[in-house]
């Protein structure tokens, strides 16, 4: 049947569509209307908003405008909820808003437009206001990851991170192994190493990428104003040897050592220790020889040459032997039952100083300089802070966080050179503390600079080596403009940005940080999740990563999903069935980091495999119907599962 015929001034769909209002209609008109006008007061208050906003706004760079404006919309439309609004739109099968965060006000506009057709109201649509669409929103967020990243590689649309260890200077085949597995980004973490370091980790990235045929870019970022802890006294120097046994002691795989003249400077391959011993000595060693020492504990203990080469002698042994800087080796030739040729042995290197700490006991953090140690046999010890200002300010009751939240305490009194902690967090049976561990004062405000004196130094630096510069513990709009202030003086104002937002202080203040960061040409956030689980609590992790994810891509402003990706993997050579789910949600970011590990390259593969699956069913929160081809449906039969 003909529609009715509508007023002269209804668009053609719009009669159609009003058609519809009748009895037995699928949507409730009165109910339609009413959506309307909260939505048109909706809308007023973005655009009220974004004006209210306006100096921030017109503060970014003429590329980043639109984005600027889009993210002024954002915070506007999340300060209500809107849980009641999106279920009566989705009700009568319209958008519910959920997925508008790059281009929020004109998702809006588009259901005011549907609902107009819907009573049969006119509508003019006005773009004018609208600083993104749906697909110029996605395309300004890709384009901003390519002016701070690069391309991405083809088939997989989020690129991968990866930290470089320290090996990484003087190991080309390392770094052109982490090339041909995938690698985008290097990273260079300027808490450790030099700037001689990062001139040759940058140099073997040049030259590994250039050898491969592709782009790969380098990250510096700058250690900031990290709490840690202090130095401890050195553990025993002491080398334990252990052979691996099975279920009933018998060796399957015997200690091994490696061995090599003293000055030398060789490794050995597999990453076995090395002790260096007197060159006269070790120019005797033949395969077979036999090695005998009497270790720390007294014990005789045996040792056979089973590989010799230049610089290099591998011996093997078939008990546990401790052996320390004062063992003497003795060389027995084959047949020979007598006392041979002896050296001595160094390069044991000491253990590292450690706490031992239980719930209950009571810890001193002190000034830095303070001497750390143990105070009494049990209960008691002391460490110091890298960082006085944060001692000044903390208060009793106040909690404090060591080594990424491993143990936790509670202010309980001030002492002389700092404050007193109870241990009350730790797993049964103790947690060990040792130097360089972070500490993180979640309650605590510290106003501590973007920039330390060391992170200028550093800059000037890595900024000649680097595509990207990375702020660690960015908190506000003046730390991103100081950094950037820094860069220009270095003659690098173009350089890309990535803060680091870690701490709950960061994280409150990202509107601020994200506007800041429009204002240059490229830059991007990392979620640095390892501090922000401290920081924030590890139970409310998963809303703020969420929350972050949104207001980036508000902004367009790419993003680094960070800290123990695929960790369990590039340590082991195993991943954990969590942390593969935990990968797949990186496929939400433009780039995801990976940790160093000896497993390095198993974790890049994995994670390049699980990327590239994904994106054909994720794109930011959007779920796309991609076919799903696992279950093969005939007739007259069920699925059949495929891998």
Request: glycine share 10%.
């Amino acid at each position: 049947m003909a529609p009715p015929r509508a007023s002269r001034r209804a668009k053609p769909h719009a009669r159609s569509a009003a058609a519809g209002l009748g009895a037995g209609a699928p949507w409730d008109p009165v109910a339609c209307r009413e959506l309307i006008d909260e939505l048109a007061a909706l809308r007023a208050a973005m655009l009220a908003g974004a004006a209210r906003l306006g100096s921030w706004v017109d503060g970014v760079h003429p590329a980043h405008r639109a984005s600027a404006r889009n993210l002024a919309h954002f915070l506007v439309f999340r300060q209500a909820d809107l849980r009641a609004l999106q279920d009566r739109l989705a009700s009568i099968g319209l958008s519910s808003l959920g997925r508008s965060e790059s281009h929020v006000l004109a998702n809006v506009d588009k259901v005011l437009g549907l609902l107009h057709l819907l009573v049969g109201r006119p509508w003019q649509p006005h773009r004018h206001d609208e600083p993104a669409g749906f697909r110029s929103g996605r395309h300004q967020l890709r384009a901003n990851a390519e002016r701070l990243f690069g391309s991405a590689p083809k088939g997989r649309g989020v690129r991968i991170m990866v930290t470089l260890p320290s090996e990484a200077a003087h190991d080309a085949a390392l770094v052109e192994g982490l090339v041909a597995a995938g690698m985008d980004i290097a990273r260079i973490n300027c808490a450790h190493d030099d700037a001689a370091g990062w001139r040759a980790m940058a140099a073997n990235v040049r030259r590994a990428a250039k050898a491969a045929g592709r782009s790969v870019g380098v990250q510096a970022d700058l250690a900031g104003p990290k709490l840690r802890t202090g130095a401890l006294p050195p553990g025993p120097a002491v080398l334990r040897l252990k052979p691996q046994r099975d279920a009933f002691g018998r060796v399957t795989a015997p200690a091994r050592l490696a061995l090599r003249p003293a000055g030398s400077g060789a490794l050995a391959a597999d990453g076995t220790s090395v002790l260096d011993v007197e060159s006269d000595w070790f120019a005797r060693l033949r395969v077979g020889a036999v090695l005998r020492c009497v270790d720390a504990r007294g014990a005789r203990r045996e040792f056979v040459v089973r590989q010799r080469r230049a610089g290099i002698a591998v011996v093997e042994g078939r008990q546990t032997a401790y052996l320390v800087p004062q063992t003497r080796l003795v060389l027995h030739g084959e047949g020979d039952a007598g006392s041979g040729p002896e050296t001595g042995i160094d390069g044991i290197v000491p253990a590292a100083g450690e706490l031992h700490l239980q719930r209950g006991d009571r810890l001193q953090l002190l000034r830095a300089g303070s001497a750390g140690g143990r105070l009494s046999a049990r209960g008691r010890a002391r460490i110091a802070c890298t960082l006085d200002a944060a001692l000044a300010v903390v208060e009793v009751g106040q909690p404090v966080w060591f080594d990424d939240g491993r143990i936790g305490a509670v202010v309980r009194r001030r002492v002389a050179r700092g404050v007193e902690l109870e241990i009350t967090a730790a797993r049964d049976g103790g947690e060990t503390l040792r130097a360089d561990k972070g500490i993180n004062l979640p309650d605590t405000v510290l106003a501590l600079p973007a920039l330390t004196a060391k992170d200028l130094d550093d800059l000037a630096a890595v900024a000649p080596l680097a595509d990207t510069v990375g702020l660690s513990f960015a908190q506000s709009a003046d730390d991103v403009r100081t950094l950037r202030a820094a860069l220009a003086r270095l003659g690098a104002p173009e350089r890309g940005i990535v803060l680091k937002v870690e701490t709950v202080r960061g994280f409150a203040h990202l509107p601020e940080l994200l506007f800041a960061a429009l204002e240059g040409p490229a830059a991007g956030v990392m979620i640095a999740r390892g501090d922000l689980a401290v920081e924030c609590g590890y139970e409310r992790l998963a809303e703020v990563q969420e929350e972050m994810l949104w207001a980036c891509e508000a902004a367009h402003v790419p993003v680094v999903w960070a800290t123990q990706v695929l960790e369990t993997l590039a340590h082991t050579g195993l991943p954990s069935r969590a942390e593969v789910t935990d990968a797949a949600m990186g496929e939400r970011a433009e780039c995801v980091m990976l940790n160093k590990g000896p497993r390095i390259v198993d974790a890049m593969r994995t994670l390049d495999d699980i990327l590239r699956r994904m994106q054909g069913h994720q794109s930011k929160k959007r779920t796309l119907l991609r076919a799903l081809k696992a279950w093969r449906l005939a007739p007259g039969a069920g699925a059949t599962l495929s891998r």
